[in-house]
């Protein structure tokens, strides 16, 4: 009786170990990365949301098929500005021998395809090169300093803790057929940006995976972001439509901008400029498909310019030079 316990205890912690020894790619079916970004300059308490989606179709880019991303943001949650953004197509997702590929044209004119991740290196000592999603063209290198193993659904998958050879504080975590304790595509984001980032919840078939256990919120002040992971993810925008779209120009601008709309049915529409704290600033309505807005009295900075219909928002940055 007690060899059989021996026995049976033998094989449950062999199984543990030979499972977490299995690569797990990226899903190609439904999954969605849920993450919350903050800005440096946000006020206390204050964050977005995040949603990066995929339901299985495919997208076509340089002739390979990729998986398509889509994604929503809910917009500074439990303020006076909290606001869900329609989703709207982000770029698309490729995995090839353990490398994993992502083009976006989600805000960035880049649409190049970028090595993401490298899970080909897994030895503690190995230095992996990716490239990170914006118009940088450089390899940026993670040193491989620990690896060990996480749950993700009822599996084990391989994580490795990563750190920036030339910084020891830029630090991320990948864990396999999930990405980065960034966010899906915001790998490496630590040599491009101020914000920060970070992976909350994971989901595949709408249904929790992994939920992140610490999250940094390096970039949050206080009170930080209270994420709970629902058990089920439920979708709470709507497609933006794909013949909409405007231009804003000049831009940079100094005391005019002109705001052209493609589709002349779309009238009535918001029009909300919104400062680097997110304090609205300006707010008209639109009612010709060709406009001129007077920005002279707003200072020099960034901005977003934010177009608003009863189904769908769309928003683009506007600098002004004073």
Not at 248 to 275: A, G, K, Q, V, W
Request: aromatic share 14%; glycine share 6%.
């Amino acid at each position: 009786m007690k060899k059989n316990i021996i026995i049976s205890v033998f094989l449950i912690v062999f199984s543990f170990g030979t499972n977490a020894q299995i690569y797990h790619p990226f899903p190609t079916g439904s999954a969605t990365w849920s993450v919350v970004r903050c800005f440096f300059f946000y006020q206390p308490g204050w964050h977005d949301d995040y949603s990066f989606m995929m339901d299985g179709a495919d997208t076509l880019h340089d002739g390979l098929l990729y998986k398509k991303i889509n994604i929503s943001v809910h917009h500074l949650p439990g303020t006076v500005y909290d606001s869900i953004y329609p989703t709207e197509f982000f770029g698309g997702l490729r995995e090839s021998g353990k490398q994993i590929f992502i083009w976006k044209t989600w805000a960035s004119a880049d649409t190049s395809v970028k090595l993401v991740y490298d899970f080909s290196h897994t030895n503690i000592g190995d230095t992996i090169y990716t490239n990170v999603l914006t118009g940088n063209p450089n390899l940026f290198g993670h040193l491989i300093t620990s690896k060990d193993s996480v749950l993700v659904g009822a599996q084990l998958h391989s994580r490795l803790h990563l750190q920036d050879p030339s910084n020891i504080y830029n630090t991320e975590d990948w864990i396999e057929g999930v990405g980065s304790s960034w966010g899906l595509p915001f790998a490496t984001f630590w040599s491009a940006t101020d914000n920060s980032y970070d992976l909350t919840c994971f989901y595949e078939d709408q249904r929790l995976k992994y939920g992140n256990p610490s999250p940094v919120y390096s970039f949050c002040q206080s009170p930080l972001p209270m994420v709970i992971c629902d058990t089920v993810f439920t979708p709470a925008s709507k497609p933006v439509s794909k013949d909409i779209l405007f231009s804003l120009y000049p831009n940079p601008s100094s005391d005019m901008i002109f705001l052209n709309i493609n589709n002349s049915n779309y009238t009535d529409l918001e029009l909300n400029i919104y400062n680097i704290m997110g304090v609205l600033v300006s707010s008209d309505i639109i009612k010709q498909s060709q406009t001129q807005i007077d920005i002279g009295d707003l200072k020099g900075g960034i901005y977003m310019v934010e177009i608003k219909s009863k189904d769908w928002i769309k928003n683009q940055k506007l600098i002004i030079q004073r």
